[in-house]
């Protein structure tokens, strides 16, 4: 699909596996961490647009759909120089588009706010980032015999459960696609799964995330479950500012480093209160 702002002479299309070194050098110009294989991996999962004027790429924006009645969107970015001309809008109006009806989830920046409120988004929760040198911690007890352990293929269809559960979303695509990129930790109890958590290369160096848990114990258990490994490398998670883990993780060398504002359209997921999602899988994702 192709439209053209006569203001700006920008064109819009669909993006490709080709524009991802051009998205790569614009996602560093804003100083964002993805790696090139970063930016493979979200539009393998997902679709967007890129933005260009003569030939370059000067913005980008991309959408997940989970399910019929649910979806994030985010990578929105625009060069610093062509910033202010509305190209950042024009590319959430085609995602938006695409998305139809859906519940759409999005986090923001506090500059990026006010475009997403226009647009029909409200502020539900907030979003804090933490990231550093991760400590080594002490396993963490846990009541009634659960227990954290490594996650075999045999436990994907329970992930996906609860997964969905917790989101109220359909992650199944985006969970078969997880598990098999990183490592994964389940939570159980006598044979019982309540929760998971994986480990994955991103940016700088590792990400936690999703990391769902029936309680912020089972959530420090998973993430305490990683320092046996990790510990002395750099480790990202982000986490809702209401799951009640900052000051633990900030003990853990996960300093938080920044905040983003949760955002949806169209009304909210419907969780089955089973988990909690204390991690997201990264800020476009959710």
């Not at 750099?234 to 000051?247: E, K, N, P, Q, Y």
């Amino acid at each position: 699909m192709l439209t053209q702002t006569g203001s700006t002479a920008v064109n819009y299309r669909r993006m490709n596996e080709g524009d991802i070194p051009t998205a790569h050098a614009l996602s560093q110009a804003v100083r964002w961490p993805h790696r090139a294989e970063d930016w493979q991996f979200v539009l393998r999962v997902g679709s967007g647009y890129v933005a260009e004027q003569d030939g370059a790429v000067i913005g980008t924006g991309l959408c997940w759909k989970q399910g019929e009645h649910h979806a994030s969107l985010g990578m929105i970015i625009v060069s610093p120089e062509h910033q202010g001309k509305g190209i950042g809008r024009e590319l959430m109006r085609l995602l938006l588009e695409e998305l139809g009806d859906r519940c759409v989830l999005l986090n923001a920046t506090a500059a990026g706010q006010p475009l997403y409120e226009r647009m029909g988004f409200a502020a539900i929760g907030t979003l804090c980032q933490h990231q550093g040198t991760l400590a080594a911690i002490a396993p963490v007890a846990l009541d009634g015999g659960a227990r954290v352990r490594p996650a075999g293929p045999e436990d994907l269809p329970a992930m996906i459960a609860l997964a969905n559960g917790a989101t109220g979303m359909r992650r199944d695509a985006l969970v078969r696609a997880l598990a098999g990129m990183g490592q994964v930790s389940m939570l159980e109890r006598d044979g019982m799964p309540l929760g998971f958590s994986i480990m994955r290369q991103f940016g700088r160096g590792h990400v936690i995330g999703p990391l769902v848990a029936p309680d912020v114990d089972g959530a420090k258990a998973l993430i305490a479950h990683w320092s046996g490994a990790y510990a002395g490398t750099f480790v990202r998670i982000d986490i809702s500012g209401a799951a009640g883990l900052g000051a633990w993780l900030e003990a853990a060398g996960l300093a938080q480093v920044d905040t983003a504002v949760i955002m949806a359209r169209n009304g909210l997921p419907r969780r089955d209160g089973s988990a909690a999602q204390f991690a997201i899988i990264n800020q476009a994702l959710c």
